[in-house]
């Protein structure tokens, strides 16, 4: 049974882990055998979105791991607790919170900087060649945890390719149900929401990034 670590950046796709696709992840593990605990930073959230206008909360603020809390039932611990060498695996979801509360990329782009805590995380998984998965955004941490020379995917997306290339990774443009897989690095990326219409097709892609991830030895 593979035991995966789920790595979250809050609630709600515009200022947090993209429901959606968590829970299709947490799903997919399970459905194939593995099971998983879910893990965030314990700390204020970039900024507050109304999901519902799209705007900016002016004056209100939210914690990530408290947001991660809501997807999780509860059952999320703080990224300083993640240990490596107790799973077999990492995943990253995605939404906007990868790339506002887990690094700066979708304000600072390839001049953005990391959560410490998640980029260590991340980085002994690598350093310890156990596999990875990330969907979404969220390769634009994985091109900083696995650099020059890297296979990865966002979609199709050319000026976000561009940034994460700057890291020196090679971007390969995916359909939102496919996956790129990495051999050596043990990296498998998906576009999902990046270029996803909608739950069946983005389910589709996960579901798959899941299997192959899996499938990583």
Do not use: W
């Not at 429901?19 to 299709?24: A, N, S, Y």
């Not at 998984?125 to 990875?132: D, L, N, R």
């Amino acid at each position: 049974m593979k035991n995966v670590a789920v790595i979250l950046s809050g609630c709600g796709v515009f200022d947090g882990a993209e429901i959606q696709e968590t829970v299709l992840t947490l799903h997919s593990i399970l459905k194939h055998g593995g099971k998983f605990q879910c893990f965030a930073p314990d700390k204020p959230q970039l900024h507050v979105i109304n999901h519902l206008t799209g705007e900016v909360a002016e004056g209100e603020t939210r914690n990530v791991l408290v947001e991660a809390a809501r997807i999780t039932r509860g059952e999320v611990k703080p990224i300083e607790q993640c240990q490596p060498d107790e799973f077999d695996l990492v995943i990253l979801p995605g939404g906007f919170g990868a790339a506002k509360n887990l690094c700066t990329f979708a304000l600072e782009g390839p001049d953005c900087e990391f959560d410490p805590d998640v980029l260590a995380v991340c980085q002994a998984f690598a350093t310890a060649e156990k596999p990875a998965a990330y969907a979404c955004i969220a390769p634009a941490l994985a091109a900083r945890v696995y650099g020059e020379g890297v296979n990865l995917t966002i979609g199709n997306d050319a000026e976000t390719a561009a940034a994460l290339e700057t890291f020196g990774v090679t971007h390969r443009s995916c359909e939102v149900t496919d996956v790129i897989i990495d051999q050596q690095a043990k990296l498998v990326t998906t576009p999902a929401y990046m270029l996803g219409q909608n739950v069946l097709e983005v389910g589709e892609g996960i579901d798959k990034m899941v299997q192959a991830v899996f499938a990583l030895q």
